[in-house]
């Protein structure tokens, strides 16, 4: 027979869990079963594998822009010698637009507008999507987009007429499909939509990957006709389209979007895909193994953004009016239950400019107002994302980590799926922000790394020094980096070449060039020691290094310390209750 202390200790350990259980349910953090192995975190990016064979064809997009160079000149600059396997790839900077250019992005309280500008280079012969479903083209002249929703028949016609009536603008492609068999359809808005040109950078926004928050679908349905529309008259946006190559996702679950109901302004009805699953609880995590089952939506969206290196990128969601920028998860998450503290990155100077910069350019984020009685309120109408609330699995987190994409997370709306009545107030709203967001990919360090004889090199591995967060080179090897004014390092490693460092400065007006060559090694060591010296090295910095102690460290390993004490134990058990619940439910 049991003893009264096995009794008490059983119910106590029930009870914590379903406190827990619910408490986070309820600030919106499901805790569901899991079922995806967890992947190594950074070990390809650092050049110990090679692509799968299904990518290995894919040129990735290269990412950069214009600016002010430190290392070799550009063409027609002064100062030094230019190298010569850059004398024919880099033309002339030219000079920033004219002020009156960002007029009418400058309102009273925003932030001022940078006014960087990206090199112009030479098209690529290869198209940028070759793997993806081409959307056939369509002769009909489309119809004015209305503020209505637009249901996945409409959407998919809107989309389809737009852009065979705008090709020198707009391309249509699709990723995938959902578990119904739904395209998950995306538009690229730019000067140069079908082909690749060197050194303009990626920018993506994905919309309404929870089905029910249908806002942020028709706000990324307005922004592509408005890009297009404005490209002659707006100085500004004729500028980023000449300059950036814009990725837009409308739906990323169109399966939920059919069940969800108009005027819903909470609850879970065409939250989750066809299989019910959220799928933004369905990515690889850092902190934790998720083991959800990985599904369609969530795969192609993988697939997607490995095959092209974005720069920035921006999650559209709704139930609140907030920036929430990464980390999205802590290693403590039960414990931060009761109480939230911030998970911050290496880069969280950038991500927490990024989510200011949308909040101040929105007429009303900024204010931070709570959306009703009791609901938290944002100062400035930014957030980290486990300060909120700490969630596994995120789109968020894994697009910053698995693929070095500054990526935020931006809450459009209160109600998740307001009256279409609504539309053109949300719209009004958030069309600055919007544009002015993309801009951002054009701050930072850019430049391109190429081997003694001035050929490119490929998957480099880069990285800012004191901020453990690596990042690759593409095929052309070209590289690029949102950072904030400053002075920096940056380090560049290859297997089979000596690594190079370069000391740089960033400024508010415009980005670096810096430009990188890297030679052959002549032994089998290299100036870091052997190369597992080198992983390690590339794994983990000192404290010394780094501007903010609180960051934490971004490796190639997934070996998070465990916390300890009563933390550890409710987490422990929580695990070992979430297994059993899996083993006996699925």
Not at 129 to 137: N, R
Not at 235 to 246: A, D, F, K, N, P
Request: proline residues 8%.
């Amino acid at each position: 027979m049991k003893t009264a202390v096995w009794y008490t200790s059983t119910f106590l350990v029930i009870f914590v869990y379903l406190y827990c259980y619910l408490v986070q349910f309820i600030r919106g953090a499901e805790i569901r079963p899991q079922l995806h192995l967890h992947q190594p975190l950074l070990r390809n990016r650092l050049g110990g594998a090679q692509p799968p064979s299904h990518m290995a064809s894919l040129p990735p997009v290269i990412v950069g822009a214009p600016s002010r160079h430190l290392g070799w000149p550009l063409g027609g600059s002064s100062g030094g010698n230019q190298h010569p396997s850059l004398q024919r790839h880099l033309p002339p900077v030219p000079p920033p637009p004219p002020a009156s250019v960002f007029s009418d992005y400058l309102t009273p309280g925003n932030m001022a507008v940078s006014s960087s500008i990206s090199v112009s280079s030479s098209v690529s012969s290869a198209p940028v999507h070759p793997s993806v479903t081409a959307a056939p083209a369509t002769p009909a002249a489309p119809k004015p987009l209305d503020f209505s929703y637009h249901n996945y028949e409409d959407m998919t016609t809107w989309l389809k007429h737009f852009s065979a009536s705008n090709p020198d603008l707009t391309a249509l492609y699709s990723i995938g499909k959902s578990v119904q068999g739904r395209e998950l359809w995306v538009m690229v808005v730019s000067s140069s939509p079908f082909q690749h040109m060197k050194g303009k950078p990626d920018v993506k926004y994905v919309a309404n990957i929870h089905g029910n928050e249908a806002v942020s679908r028709e706000m990324a349905l307005h922004l592509i006709e408005h890009l297009v529309k404005n490209y002659r008259e707006d100085g500004y946006v004729r500028w980023l389209l000449e300059q950036t190559r814009i990725h837009i996702l409308p739906s990323l679950n169109p399966d939920g979007f059919e069940v969800a109901r108009e005027g819903t302004c909470t609850g879970g009805q065409g939250r989750y895909n066809a299989r019910g699953f959220d799928l933004n609880r369905n990515f690889p995590d850092y902190f934790k193994q998720n083991t959800k089952r990985v599904q369609p939506e969530t795969e192609a969206y993988k697939e997607w953004i490995a095959k092209i290196q974005f720069t920035l990128s921006a999650g559209l969601h709704a139930g609140a009016l907030v920036a929430s920028y990464p980390f999205d998860n802590t290693p403590n998450s039960v414990y931060q239950a009761f109480t939230s503290t911030p998970s911050l990155t290496p880069d969280d100077d950038v991500f927490h400019h990024l989510a200011a910069l949308y909040a101040r350019n929105h007429a009303t984020m900024y204010q931070g107002v709570a959306c009703k009685p009791g609901s938290p309120s944002f100062p400035n109408g930014t957030t980290n994302g486990a300060a909120w609330y700490p969630l596994t699995g995120g789109a968020q987190d894994y697009s910053y980590v698995w693929t070095g994409t500054m990526e935020i997370t931006v809450e459009m709306a209160c109600c998740k799926y307001p009256p279409a009545s609504e539309l053109p107030v949300h719209w009004s709203e958030h069309r600055q922000a919007l544009i002015r967001f993309v801009g951002e990919a054009h701050r930072g360090v850019r430049g391109f790394v190429t081997d003694g004889n001035g050929r490119p090199l490929e998957n480099v591995a880069m990285k800012i020094k004191g901020r453990d967060a690596p990042f690759q080179t593409t095929k052309h090897g070209e590289f690029w980096r949102i950072l904030l004014p400053g002075y920096y390092r940056i380090e560049a490693y290859k297997e089979g070449y000596e690594p190079v460092e370069e000391d740089f400065s960033v400024t508010d007006h415009h980005a670096t060039q810096v430009n990188l060559t890297l030679f052959k090694q002549v032994d089998t060591k290299n100036g870091f020691g052997t190369l597992d010296d080198v992983s390690n090295y590339y794994a983990l910095s000192t404290s010394e290094e780094r501007p903010n102690k609180r960051h934490p460290s971004i490796s190639n390993k997934q070996d998070v310390p465990h916390p300890t004490g009563l933390s550890g134990l409710l987490i422990t058990l929580r695990s070992q209750m979430d297994n059993l619940f899996a083993n006996l439910f699925g």
